[in-house]
C-alpha cells in the first residue's frame, strides 16, 4: 500500500506525462487492460499482465494482434469466465487514473483531517 505522499507523487508523474503527449502524435496511442492488470510484453515480446504505473503503450497492429488472439479468463467456485479486454486511447487511460487519484487524496484528507 501506498503512502499519500507517494499517492500525490503519482498523481503530479501522470499530470506531467499527459501534458507531455497533449499536442503529440504518437504510433503507440494504447493501453489495453484486462481487469485489474495491463497488457504488457516480456523480455521474449510474448504478451504478459502485470500491474505497474506506466504501462506499455501498443500501436494499431499490435492492439488488433492482441485483441483477435489473446484470451483470459478468471475462475471463481470452479466457473472459468472470459475477462473483457479493454483498450485505451493512453491520454484517456491517464486521466482516469489522475481523477481517482484525485478523489483519493482529497478524501484522505477530509477522512483524516489532514492536510496534503
Given amino acids: 500500500m501506498r503512502t499519500a505522499k507517494e499517492l500525490i507523487a503519482l498523481l503530479a508523474d501522470y499530470k506531467a506525462h499527459v501534458k507531455g503527449y497533449e ?14 492488470y495491463t497488457i504488457g510484453i516480456d523480455y521474449e515480446y510474448k504478451t504478459m499482465l502485470e500491474i505497474v504505473d506506466f504501462p506499455v503503450e501498443f500501436t494499431e497492429s499490435s492492439k488488433e494482434k492482441i485483441v483477435a488472439n489473446c484470451k483470459f479468463y478468471s475462475e471463481v467456485n470452479g466457473i472459468k469466465k472470459p475477462v473483457e479486454i479493454k483498450v485505451w486511447d493512453k491520454i484517456e487511460w491517464y486521466k482516469g487514473k489522475i481523477a481517482t487519484l484525485e478523489f483519493m487524496v482529497e478524501h484522505y484528507s477530509k477522512i483524516t483531517g489532514v492536510a496534503l
Avoid: F, K, M, R
Fill in 23 to 36: 499536442n503529440i502524435l504518437t504510433n503507440a496511442p494504447y493501453i489495453i487492460e484486462v481487469g485489474a
